[in-house]
């Protein structure tokens, strides 16, 4: 072990593994690829390791991603560990953390209690089916995570957390029932309630996750603001004769505005198409909205060049 003939094999598997693993390894991980205690500390010493924690080494620099802190982290609390919490809804990418601590659950006698830069839960009810591998680190799911932040997020940032679940469709509302009913004694009731309720998102809001969806189901971009007949839409499509409002009182705010849009709706039909579409709708019917603008779009699909927004008047909606 550990011959120079040895040593470009040694190198190889070594970085294969920290490739694998956002450039961090463990102890035991470096005994398996050829390395003993002799070449681990020569390697520390040389600063072509440095140790994260105990037993766990960054390899080549300490300079990692988000991704590479919560793998060390979740690695250096043993077998059955899995980020959680704060980090966890992180990593899903449903809430964003400045945490100096990284939260980490452990099943209840395993591991120890505390570790520097980490923040440890124990939890004697977590299930594998609430366990899953997100990107190579193993995580809590969604809807364990949200569990756990009902317990200490207070019910606005809670909402938010949820809306962006839905939005990147990785809430599953069986899974949430399953991990609440699973955890007797949390605020899962309070949860479920906030899941359940209709987003109240405005105005701003709701364009912005009408034109996300647009953009990620590739669909022609519409004009945004136009003026039609003396009318500001908030969606046209001209060569279509398209035109889709967001609808709902959480985006136009009064029964009159309410009503005004349907008189407006009735004037407009005469030369174009008008689509409403929800908040709600956008929660849960994103695939069919979709369908249906993509029938509605071919000839804005097939135009090379999308007309500008100076441009739109009540002639070129004719």
């Not at 035991?28 to 390697?43: F, N, P, T």
């Not at 990785?170 to 309070?190: C, F, H, K, Q, Y």
Request: proline share 3%; aromatic share 4%; with cysteine.
């Amino acid at each position: 072990m550990g011959t120079e003939t040895d040593q470009p094999s040694l190198e190889a598997r070594l970085s294969a593994v920290a490739r694998s693993q956002y450039g961090v390894v463990t102890r035991e991980q470096l005994r398996r690829v050829g390395l003993g205690e002799h070449g681990i500390a020569e390697r520390v010493r040389t600063k072509r390791l440095h140790r994260l924690h105990r037993g766990v080494y960054a390899v080549g620099h300490d300079v990692l991603k988000s991704e590479g802190r919560w793998l060390a982290a979740v690695l250096a609390c043993g077998d059955g560990a899995v980020l959680s919490h704060a980090s966890a809804a992180a990593h899903w990418g449903i809430r964003r953390t400045a945490a100096a601590r990284i939260d980490v659950t452990i099943p209840r006698r395993a591991g120890r209690r505390s570790r520097t830069g980490i923040r440890v839960h124990r939890s004697g009810r977590l299930s594998k089916d609430e366990v899953a591998v997100h990107e190579g680190i193993p995580t809590t799911t969604v809807a364990r995570t949200l569990l756990d932040l009902a317990d200490v997020l207070n019910t606005g940032a809670l909402k938010r957390t949820i809306a962006e679940a839905e939005y990147l469709r990785l809430l599953d509302m069986t899974s949430l029932i399953a991990a609440v009913e699973g955890n007797p004694g949390r605020r899962g009731a309070r949860l479920l309630q906030i899941a359940r309720a209709e987003p109240q998102w405005t105005r701003s809001e709701l364009e912005d996750r009408f034109l996300e969806m647009v953009e990620r189901r590739g669909l022609p971009r519409p004009v945004a603001g136009a003026m039609v007949e003396g009318y500001e839409v908030d969606f046209l499509w001209p060569a279509d004769k398209l035109i889709v409002e967001l609808d709902g009182f959480a985006a136009h705010g009064t029964r009159s505005a309410f009503e005004r849009d349907r008189r407006r709706d009735r004037r407009l039909a005469r030369k174009l198409r008008t689509v409403r579409v929800t908040a709600d709708g956008l929660r849960y019917d994103e695939d069919a909205i979709a369908a249906d603008l993509d029938a509605l779009t071919s000839r804005s699909r097939a135009s090379s060049k999308s007309p500008s927004r100076s441009r739109i008047s009540a002639a070129s909606a004719r």
